[in-house]
């Protein structure tokens, strides 16, 4: 659980600016292997449902939430390597 923390912190850290941004480069590479056993947009998708949930059930304001989905959605080519 300690490495996906880890994992969940940086990308937080990414998708709203701060100092641990990734390239698209990092981002292929870190989800090459889930691409090739079946990564797709659909998990994509499911993905920016549950973390808008998430952030609407943490009171997070809605224009930030906007916001934050537009930049993960700026991901979706790098993550899904295409």
């Known amino acids: 659980m300690t490495v996906q923390r880890r994992k969940m912190r940086s990308f937080l850290s ?18 090459y292997r889930a691409v090739q056993r079946g990564l797709t947009h659909e998990h994509f998708d499911a993905f ?9 059930d943490s009171d997070v304001q809605a224009s930030f939430i906007d916001d934050l989905l537009y ?5 979706r080519s790098d993550v899904l390597g295409l």
């Not at 990414?14 to 989800?31: C, D, K, N, W, Y």
Request: net charge negative; no cysteine; aromatic share 4%.
């Open 14 to 31: 990414t998708v709203a600016g701060g100092p641990q941004e990734r390239s698209g480069i990092e981002l292929r590479a870190g989800h």
């Open 48 to 56: 920016v449902a549950h973390f808008r949930e998430a952030l609407e």
């Open 71 to 75: 930049r993960v959605e700026q991901m």
